[in-house]
């Protein structure tokens, strides 16, 4: 487990953010990719949770890509669960 301020933290789409070097996968969500029509305004209302203060991370093994799989809680919240509870999951 990582607690992490704002500052380290860079968005790369919807579900994907950078810390340091490594790539880091929200576990559980699909957002739309950056090419798709809601891609853009995923990755900005990510980039808004995360603005909200103190950061963890739970790290849960990595995916085929090599990206650390992980759950991510801004302020105690997962911020997947906040994701698709408004709307930014994939269908299917």
Same mark, same amino acid.
């Given at each position: 487990?990582?607690? $992490?301020? =704002?500052? !380290?933290?860079?968005?790369?789409? #919807? %579900? =994907?953010?950078?810390? +340091? #070097? @490594?790539?880091?996968?929200? &576990?559980?969500? %699909? =957002? /739309?990719?950056?090419? @798709?029509?809601?891609? /853009?305004?995923?990755? !900005? &209302?990510?980039?808004?949770?995360? &603005?909200? #203060?103190?950061?963890?991370? @739970? /790290?849960?093994?990595? %995916?085929?890509?090599? &990206? $650390?799989?992980? %759950?991510?809680?801004?302020?105690? !919240?997962?911020?997947? @669960?906040?994701?698709?509870?408004?709307?930014?999951?994939?269908? +299917?």
């Amino acid at each position: 487990m990582k607690v $992490l301020s =704002t500052l !380290q933290v860079r968005v790369v789409d #919807g %579900d =994907t953010i950078r810390v +340091g #070097g @490594e790539r880091i996968r929200l &576990r559980g969500i %699909d =957002t /739309p990719e950056m090419s @798709e029509l809601q891609g /853009p305004a995923a990755k !900005q &209302r990510l980039e808004e949770l995360l &603005r909200g #203060g103190s950061i963890r991370i @739970e /790290p849960h093994g990595r %995916d085929v890509y090599n &990206r $650390l799989l992980a %759950d991510v809680f801004v302020n105690e !919240q997962n911020v997947a @669960e906040i994701l698709r509870s408004e709307g930014f999951s994939k269908a +299917g």
